[in-house]
């Protein structure tokens, strides 16, 4: 584990000291943890007890995202949460479990600057492969998906597994009962299991959805949604129905 979680460390951050008293639960650090869908999901996690390192390629900017979470947990009533802030390769190396929230554009060049701190661990990959400016239109990548892009790089020693493309950042920041489901791809059944852990952590539904190739179908989708949202002017996700006596 990472030092976030020893037992009643006095941890010093944004000029806040914050004694952290021992937790079970994985550290989760979110690279590039200061767009809408890492602040949506460090919410979610934090106001489920999780401790959260917030990543970002300058201090200054993961300080600010980190600073933001402490104060709205405690406008929601949570009180003050054991909130790191790091640049991306140190949250990678202090994380238990890592995810990946950066544009496409910035996903490769991520991933080549922490694929050593990740050896051993599950990364959770929520990149989607959007090229602007025609994002409502479906644009894979040669490899299939951008968590295949991430296994190849990261290779056999790091357990990527794919999810969160097709939820809204907006409902996630929100903190109200979603009701979506999560796809959940990659070649580790165990891996995917534990995800699937975190996804209902934040209230959604996780689904095993096989392995890292499906997460193209699930990547394309995302498209389909942005198109869906602008005709309809909403924020849809995806149901998958008759599993009711499952």
């Not at 979110?30 to 949506?40: A, D, F, Q, R, V």
């Not at 200054?60 to 054991?82: W, Y």
């Not at 544009?103 to 929520?126: E, M, W």
Request: proline content about 3%.
């Amino acid at each position: 584990m990472a030092n976030l979680a020893d037992t009643e460390e006095a941890v010093m951050t944004n000029n806040i000291r914050i004694k952290v008293m021992e937790n079970p639960k994985p550290v989760i650090a979110i690279l590039g943890g200061t767009g809408g869908l890492g602040t949506g999901l460090a919410r979610r996690w934090a106001a489920a007890g999780y401790q959260i390192i917030i990543g970002s390629r300058t201090q200054d900017n993961a300080e600010s995202a980190a600073g933001e979470l402490r104060g709205l947990m405690q406008a929601r009533g949570i009180g003050l949460v054991p909130v790191l802030a790091m640049d991306n390769i140190a949250a990678a190396s202090a994380g238990d479990l890592v995810v990946l929230t950066v544009p496409f554009a910035h996903h490769t060049s991520t991933l080549l600057s922490v694929k050593d701190a990740l050896q051993g661990k599950i990364l959770i990959d929520v990149t989607v492969p959007l090229i602007p400016p025609k994002v409502a239109r479906v644009q894979l990548p040669a490899e299939g998906s951008a968590g295949q892009i991430a296994q190849n790089i990261l290779g056999d020693g790091v357990r990527v597994v794919s999810a969160f493309q097709n939820v809204a950042a907006v409902h996630l920041q929100e903190g109200q009962v979603v009701d979506s489901d999560v796809l959940v791809c990659g070649d580790n059944k165990e891996a995917r299991a534990q995800v699937i852990e975190l996804v209902e952590a934040t209230g959604l539904r996780g689904l095993h959805a096989g392995s890292i190739a499906n997460a193209a179908a699930v990547e394309a989708m995302t498209s389909l949604l942005i198109f869906i949202n602008k005709q309809y002017k909403c924020h849809a996700g995806i149901k998958v129905t008759g599993m009711e006596h499952s």
